[in-house]
């Protein structure tokens, strides 16, 4: 099994590195695709996003299922194609709130840290 630290050591999280001018570019580009993209506006595009990405995401869980079911006769490259989905409504939903995907990871990555210094990763509670 690959742990963080494997992926650490391999230089892994340089691409997400938003220090990196190359990297907050990408981000700002596809958020930038993301939104000229969506067809819907207001209340309807909160619901339209919110679906989707509810939809992508169990996409990717009857993808899985089925790698799992059928022995590996799902690739990879198929799920990894519906996680791209799923980021596009994640990103869609980052740009309705008013923040962006960069800002998105960003607070992501300050909780989940504070919860390993904490001791707190495993346990369950959205403020623990
Ligand atoms: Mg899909």
Redesign the pocket.
Known sequence: MITGKDLEDMGYFDQFDLNKPENSTVLADYTDWVEKKIVTIGDERLIENTLGLV??AG??AEKVKKKIRDRNKISAEEIV??L???LFYVTALANYFGDNLAIVMEKNVAKLDDREKRGTLQGSGDNR
């Open positions: 939809g992508e996409e990717v194609k519906e791209g989905d799923v």
